[in-house]
């Protein structure tokens, strides 16, 4: 019916914008609820996929791409998470072993040996020693 529908409005050569409106009204009109528009989404992915590239459209109106769009944000939220944690653990080892460093030097360890013992370089360890609170 649509591919119908598109036809007649080419063969009429209305405008492309007039038809992305058209069809975002269309979709607009033709709302279903959420469990039913997922499952539509999913079947209709590779139809809705040719169908933009044959008509030279763009799918970002439509609820196939809002769907998307979604679980792209879900994703990414997902994805930032797991980096902040891991960034985190990072800076909270580095704090926890300049701490200790600081410890060391304040006993009177040598450089080397606080290097040695911390992980971090010589260079490293003269330079807190330097801003030693």
Known sequence: MRLLFQDKMISKEMKRKYIQ???VFIDHILR???DADS???RDMKPILEKEAVMMGLSLKD???AR???EEGKKEGKKEGLKEGIKEG???G???GKTEIAFRLLEKGH?????AEITGFSIQEIKGLKERKP
């Open 21 to 23: 409106k058209l069809f």
């Open 32 to 34: 279903l609820p959420e």
């Open 39 to 41: 499952r539509l989404i």
């Open 62 to 64: 439509t609820s196939f």
């Open 67 to 69: 769907y998307y769009l």
């Open 89 to 91: 653990i990072k800076e």
């Open 93 to 95: 080892i580095k704090e």
């Open 110 to 114: 040598s450089i080397e040996d606080v």
